[in-house]
């Protein structure tokens, strides 16, 4: 007799798997909060904005090895980016944790990916499509923004602005997706057909 029960759980497991890693980065933001505010404490805010930049490379690692692309990991991750970058650039911006002109252009970006997205599905029923700068940007983010803030309190002026650059190239990938994503919307406005697909960064 075929053991279907564990076998039709385990398959769920799988399937919800990498949307539960997803939604682990943003619970995340909780602990983040309290290590980063009033007071900064380097260390374990550092550790675990470690942890959120790892699970941006672990839910999508899990999906493909996995076979578990779901339409609600499709969702739940992109949003999960776009929340968690936003809450993080505005308590370091509270903070005064890194330069605010880095911060500022990461929030703008964000906002203007935000209303691209909902243009795009509110008035043409489609997602933006999936794109490797953006993609590689938010997890050159999720990675730079645990070292910047450990340099700030335990290094040299060189590791600083090296892990800025790094903010700053992550950044200019970032813009680089949104033009992509604009150039979709355009091409959208001007009736033209396949510019996007079901998936976002």
Known sequence: MCPVGPWLAYSRVKR???SAVTIVRLLLLVP???FLVPQPKPVP???VLAIMGFTDFLDGFIARRMN?????GKVIDPTSDRVVLIALAIILLKMN???ELLILAVLLR???VAITVLIELAIYRKRVNVIITGKAGTLGLLTGFPAALFARFY???AIRSATLAILWISTGLLYGALLSYARGLLALAAGGHGASKPMED
């Not at 578990?68 to 609600?72: E, M, R």
């Open 110 to 112: 964000e906002v203007l």
């Open 16 to 18: 919800y798997l990498p």
């Open 97 to 99: 944790l890194l330069p």
């Open 155 to 157: 290094a040299g002026p």
């Open 68 to 72: 578990a692309v779901t339409t609600f």
């Open 45 to 47: 805010a550092t550790v």
């Open 32 to 34: 983040l909060y309290g």
